[in-house]
């Protein structure tokens, strides 16, 4: 009987055993795809910039091999709560792997199957709660972009309900999310909808006001205090703003810099309280600690000196924002822009011209130099110096259209391209600024640079070209594809004009 009895425990542990040798075999094989599409994404990353068309399509289908292989391997699960811990593990690598999978889609420009991949593990009953809060954020962002704003809208409250309280281990801010309710009133003051934009930020007041109350002295309360003032502030309460603001501090008691930044803009810009503002940009330069809000307080001190005519005082503060911080370009292009114009204000123009090139020659890649490129011709025309103006011509075009057709960062491509377009406009080139800018809407289509492109090819054929016909077409068309556009309004307008007449 002994013998027996002990056998059957043999049997029964030999057999548990290989169905937990089984699963975590199963589990390994869906680990092994993941690192082998991981690892085949990290070689494409070296310079992401020169990637083709195929070797997106690689990458997608290697992440969705990780995919496939937990599908084959796990077929049996149906929800969550009944997955053993090898189970889990393999689901959140599959999770994983579909929202690669959907980025590298976005990124080739496949933006429908993007959205499929996204639904899928939305409505999936065995994808982690994190995959899916991911996925719903991502399909919101995909139907803003393609102007479809009521359904961004409802899955962004969707995740707003669900997630919640919004943070990433149990203590910091998932800033994403928390930045939803301050982005959708955002968007219906952009409309000029002001009605509803008021009645969503005081539904965003609630929400930050909620997690304020009910979540006290952890790094989320700080970042919803923040975003409190911030929507105090756009329903004009600009000193419960700044009130709210000074209760953003550490654990020391002392005061966030970019809390001090936001309440000196508001003295300054809401309050008519420009010395309290300088105040505070000044102990920022003394003793704060966070470099952007210190190189942010040189740039706002030196506007307030050049509004004054102080221009020496005010390129004081640029000498030392460039002493300081060096490495910040883009602070440093916009430092260089105002004291170019500084110079011009003042009247100096051969300085200024050289301020100008300087700017185009240390940033050559920024949009204040693109800005700056536009502009020379008819700085040079403003001033009298009509050789000038013709060599500016051609060299601005040249560079801008470089920067435009030659440049892998699309970025700086996209930028270049509408550029061009508006460069071309202003110098009365309107065949050749509506052939641009329906370059910029072939070649980045779902992008607002393609919907103001749109927007302004209208323009130009009714005020420049006077076609009413070809207007009235191209603003349907700008109506159609931009639904939710800020500019609706006046497009609208401007095709009833046109149908009147």
Not at 193 to 207: G, M
Not at 318 to 342: H, V, Y
């Amino acid at each position: 009987m002994t013998k027996i009895g002990t056998t059957l425990c043999l049997m029964l542990c030999l057999t548990l055993g290989c169905s937990g040798y089984e699963i975590e075999q199963k589990r390994y094989q869906v680990e092994k795809a993941y690192f082998e599409a991981d690892k085949l994404v990290d070689n494409y990353s070296v310079k992401p910039e020169l990637r083709t068309r195929d070797d997106y399509y690689l990458m997608i289908n290697a992440s969705m091999q990780v995919f496939n292989r937990f599908k084959e391997n796990f077929s049996h699960l149906t929800s969550l709560q009944t997955m053993s811990q090898p189970e889990a593990d393999a689901s959140n690598l599959a999770g994983k792997a579909l929202l690669s999978a959907s980025a590298l889609l976005l990124s080739a420009e496949s933006t429908d199957s993007a959205r499929s991949v996204l639904e899928y593990i939305i409505n999936s009953p065995v994808m982690l709660k994190q995959h899916r809060f991911d996925a719903i954020f991502g399909a919101g962002s995909i139907a803003e972009q393609q102007g479809r704003w009521a359904d961004a809208e409802q899955l962004y409250l969707q995740l707003l309900k669900e997630y919640y309280p919004p943070v990433i281990g149990g203590v910091l801010p998932n800033s994403s999310v928390m930045e939803l309710p301050k982005k959708i009133a955002q968007h219906y003051a952009d409309l000029n909808e002001r009605e509803e934009a008021l009645k969503r930020a005081r539904w965003a007041i609630d929400y930050y006001e909620g997690i304020v109350d009910s979540f006290p002295k952890v790094p989320m309360t700080m970042m919803a205090t923040r975003l409190l003032a911030e929507m105090y502030s756009a329903t004009g309460e600009y000193q419960t703003a700044v009130n709210l603001l000074a209760t953003v501090v550490d654990s020391s008691g002392r005061q966030f810099d970019p809390a001090r930044s936001m309440m000196a803009d508001l003295y300054l810009t809401r309050l008519n309280r420009a010395d309290e503002a300088i105040r505070i940009y000044d102990e920022i330069l003394n003793n704060g600690q966070d470099s952007l809000s210190i190189a942010t307080a040189y740039i706002k001190l030196a506007t307030i000196s050049f509004s004054n005519e102080r221009y020496q005082e005010g390129r004081n503060h640029l000498d030392k924002l460039r002493q300081r911080f060096p490495g910040l370009a883009n602070i440093q292009a916009e430092a260089q822009m105002l004291k170019a114009r500084s110079f011009e204000n003042e009247k100096n123009n051969e300085r200024a011209r050289q301020e100008y090139v300087a700017l185009i020659n240390e940033f050559p890649t920024s949009v204040q130099t693109l800005e700056v490129l536009a502009y020379m011709p008819e700085y040079f025309r403003k001033i009298g110096q009509p050789g000038l103006e013709q060599e500016w011509l051609r060299r601005s075009e040249q560079e801008i259209r470089n920067l435009a057709e030659n440049n892998v960062n699309r970025r700086i491509g996209l930028q270049a391209a509408s550029y061009l377009g508006t460069f071309l406009q202003r110098n009365n080139r309107f065949e050749d600024a509506i052939v641009q800018f329906e370059t910029v809407i072939k070649q980045y289509p779902k992008t607002p640079q393609a919907a103001e492109a749109l927007y302004k090819i209208g323009y130009i054929y009714l005020n420049d070209l006077k076609n009413k016909a070809k207007a009235l077409e191209t603003f349907q068309e700008f109506l159609k594809q931009y639904p939710t556009s800020g500019v609706r309004p006046s497009v609208e307008a401007e095709v009833r004009k046109i149908e009147m007449s």
